[in-house]
T-cell receptor, first 109, second 110 residues
Framework: DAKTTQPPSMDCAEGRAANLPCNHSTISGNEYVYWYRQIHSQGPQYIIHGLKNNETNEMASLIITEDRKSSTLILPHATLRDTAVYYCIVGYTGNQFYFGTGTSLTVIP | DAGVTQSPTHLIKTRGQQVTLRCSPKSGHDTVSWYQQALGQGPQFIFQYYEEEERQRGNFPDRFSGHQFPNYSSELNVNALLLGDSALYLC?????????FGPGTRLTVT
């Protein structure tokens, strides 16, 4: 079973920030938080990952709460090409990743 | 850097046949995992290979087997295909902290 809980769907206006929440209350001390997205019928695309600290890269920012029980992925300026299913996963690469059903993000023109 | 590559892109097989899917990992990655993704579902873990050994296995029958070669590339074999094996098969390669997925192979069993 997936170790994370995400809302099934969200909408975001083009050009606005998209904030995608994820709950992972059972995360253990050595598990990372990973975010991937999947556009229809393509392989999941890596976005970002983090352990404790907030992380930022050219695609997104990841905010992890101090107790590590939840996180938020932020796409700062959403475009139509960001429409996809976003998966939040906790774990580490030496172990299997449990995918839930993810959040289907629709960016609206 | 080519990233993770998979072949073939699409495949159509008949029930009862056998199929082999191939994966080349991203440069510098030594671990390969395989996932099955049915339509409308999230990917499901099949197994993971490291140092040419199966390190972990998900809840899949023995009809699903794999191999990892000394150059870290990997194959997924499925025997006695069932209609329910129709899915997108994803390969992921990883190092100690990062994991990247390939584009997948779409298998259709008729």
């Amino acid at each position: 079973d997936a170790k994370t809980t995400q809302p099934p769907s969200m909408d975001c206006a083009e050009g606005r920030a998209a904030n995608l929440p994820c709950n992972h209350s059972t995360i253990s001390g050595n598990e990372y938080v990973y975010w991937y997205r999947q556009i229809h019928s393509q392989g999941p695309q890596y976005i970002i990952h983090g352990l404790k600290n907030n992380e930022t890269n050219e695609m997104a920012s990841l905010i992890i709460t101090e107790d590590r029980k939840s996180s938020t992925l932020i796409l700062p300026h959403a475009t139509l090409r960001d429409t996809a299913v976003y998966y939040c996963i906790v774990g580490y690469t030496g172990n299997q990743f449990y995918f839930g059903t993810g959040t289907s993000l629709t960016v609206i023109p | 850097d080519a990233g993770v590559t998979q072949s073939p892109t699409h495949l159509i097989k008949t029930r009862g046949q056998q199929v082999t899917l191939r994966c080349s990992p991203k440069s510098g990655h030594d671990t390969v995992s395989w996932y099955q993704q049915a339509l409308g579902q999230g990917p499901q873990f099949i197994f993971q290979y490291y140092e040419e050994e199966e390190r972990q296995r998900g809840n899949f029958p023995d009809r699903f087997s794999g191999h990892q070669f000394p150059n870290y590339s990997s194959e997924l074999n499925v025997n006695a295909l069932l209609l329910g094996d129709s899915a997108l098969y994803l390969c992921a390669s990883s190092s100690i902290r990062e994991q990247y997925f390939g584009p997948g192979t779409r298998l259709t069993v008729t």
